[in-house]
């Protein structure tokens, strides 16, 4: 219930980190800053909430682990990055989604810095693209991974997911959407999709043809006609998929 986690009339600057020992208040706070646009709470909690945290590192981390209390910090970072972003969205888009596009960069560099082998990142289409096709005309995630990251710079691969029915919420309305009744006979995920039955398929995109500007592909809202090796290195056909709803 989003009210259970509304603050009672206190400003953030107002809470010291004594108000947060209690591991309770912790978890009841957290909940309600990672929801602060839904639920009124003050920005200036999120880094309240993070000093406090840093601040008793030793304590959460018998409580928690070292592997949650470094999800907790980080996901309270990621929100302190993106406050200011959503207060630009209303009236800048364009730099609002530049913006969040920074932070995702920083975020994976970071992460990949971490690991060692093969790593997959898991975002949204547009911002899978290696060149730019789809949205707002900018450097889009993988492009930078795959042209310009100091870790993943000539060692990405981009794979486009992409169901051939199901629903989506598309500027923030929910809806449905059918391959089989959108794509012209000669689109390239139709294709794929009646040769295999509609079952799920994996298309690697190395043959030249794929190179040439003259390929229609069904992205749900639009046919494009494109060179698809340019944008992405394969593409997976998924027979269905649904929304997981929150309760």
């Known amino acids: 219930n989003r009210r ?14 004594a108000h947060v020992a209690d591991e309770v ?19 200036g909690l999120v880094a309240v909430l993070g000093a406090a945290l840093e601040a008793e590192r030793t304590r959460y981390n018998m409580l928690w682990g070292t592997a949650w209390l470094h999800i907790v910090l980080e996901t309270l970072e990621i929100e302190m990055a993106s406050l200011p972003i959503r207060r630009l969205w209303s009236d800048q888009e364009d730099l609002a989604i530049d913006l969040r596009e920074d932070v995702m960069k920083q975020l994976c560099d970071r992460r990949l810095g971490e690991v060692t082998g093969k790593t997959v990142v898991n975002v949204g289409l547009s911002h899978a693209q290696k060149q730019h096709l789809r949205g707002t005309s900018q450097e889009w995630l993988a492009d930078y991974l795959v042209h310009r990251s100091p870790v993943a710079a000539g060692q990405t691969e981009t794979v486009a997911v992409v169901p051939a029915r199901g629903e ?21 995920l139709r294709l794929i999709g009646e ?8 298309l690697p995109l190395d043959d030249p043809l794929f190179e040439r500007e003259e390929i229609p592909v069904n992205f749900h809202d639009e046919v494009r006609v494109c060179a ?17 709803v929150r309760r």
């Open 228 to 244: 698809p090796k340019r944008h992405f290195d394969a593409f997976i056909l998924l027979p269905e998929s649904h929304l997981i």
């Open 195 to 202: 040769s295999t039955g509609w079952q799920p398929a994996f």
């Open 25 to 43: 208040q912790v978890r009841r706070w957290f909940a309600a800053a990672v929801h602060e646009r839904s639920c009124g709470v003050p920005d």
């Open 168 to 188: 989506a919420y598309v500027s923030d309305q929910l809806t449905t959407f059918d391959l089989t009744q959108t794509s012209p006979a000669n689109e390239l």
């Open 4 to 17: 259970t986690h509304r603050l009672r009339r206190r400003d953030a600057d107002e809470v010291s980190v």
